[in-house]
């Protein structure tokens, strides 16, 4: 039985983000996210700091926490060790073509991009990417990742085919990892994203084509129904 968005529902919308630019709890559970108890993480992060996934996770959700930065990796690993049974962590980064690419962090070290940005982004890694063009401070230090799409990395975790939500958090790379996506393959009831003025139109015409409407926006933050369920 797939649960429907109420008119009260809809009232939660416009307080859709809190602090952290995490999507509020309340308003994601209310809407028609299925029966399969299943989420999957895109640009994880730690696991618990500006997480979508954690609230549910804590309820007994199972999940794929995808984070491609080795080092914030491994904080997503000990932050989550105590849902490890229902949790599966894969250290890849997210594209719309497997293979490996650089993956760029700031001259303060290996956590984040922005040379400018707060303590706290430069701390926590927040800004991290495959996609320096996209951010005015950048620099030139990175790593070689491992990138594949998410329909392999659904594959190869055995994902159900049915999925309750998919969080996509990878700093300008969204319309790319959407790009890479099987709609037919696997039903995905809610999509969350990011969106960057270069691909916006263009992630949100692929989502159209997907079959997806855009029920919600805070910010950058975009919530995508499918539209056979609303």
């Not at 549910?56 to 904080?75: A, L, Q, R, Y």
């Not at 070689?144 to 049915?162: F, G, Q, R, S, Y």
């Amino acid at each position: 039985m797939v649960r429907k968005t109420t008119q009260k529902n809809k009232g939660i919308a416009r307080r859709l983000t809190k602090k952290n630019n995490k999507i509020n709890y309340t308003f994601l559970k209310n809407l028609p996210i299925g029966e399969s108890n299943f989420f999957v993480d895109v640009g994880a992060h730690n696991g618990v700091s500006i997480s979508n996934s954690y609230p549910f996770i804590k309820k007994g959700w199972k999940c794929i926490s995808i984070e491609p930065n080795p080092h914030v990796f491994k904080d997503l690993k000990k932050n989550l060790e105590l849902y490890k049974n229902n949790v599966k962590f894969v250290q890849k980064a997210v594209s719309n073509k497997p293979g490996k690419s650089k993956f760029h962090f700031d001259k303060k070290g290996f956590l984040a991009n922005r040379k400018k940005g707060t303590r706290t982004d430069r701390k926590k890694g927040m800004r991290s990417t495959m996609q320096p063009l996209l951010f005015n401070e950048m620099s030139d230090d990175h790593i070689m990742v491992n990138v594949d799409t998410l329909t392999n990395i659904l594959d190869k975790n055995k994902a159900p085919k049915e999925i309750s939500i998919i969080s996509i958090d990878t700093e300008g790379l969204d319309y790319e990892v959407v790009q890479g996506l099987d709609t037919k393959k696997y039903k995905i009831n809610v999509i969350l994203t990011e969106d960057y003025a270069k691909t916006k139109k263009q992630k949100y015409e692929l989502l159209k084509q997907k079959g997806y409407k855009h029920v919600n926006q805070e910010g950058i933050n975009s919530v995508w129904v499918l539209n056979s369920i609303i």
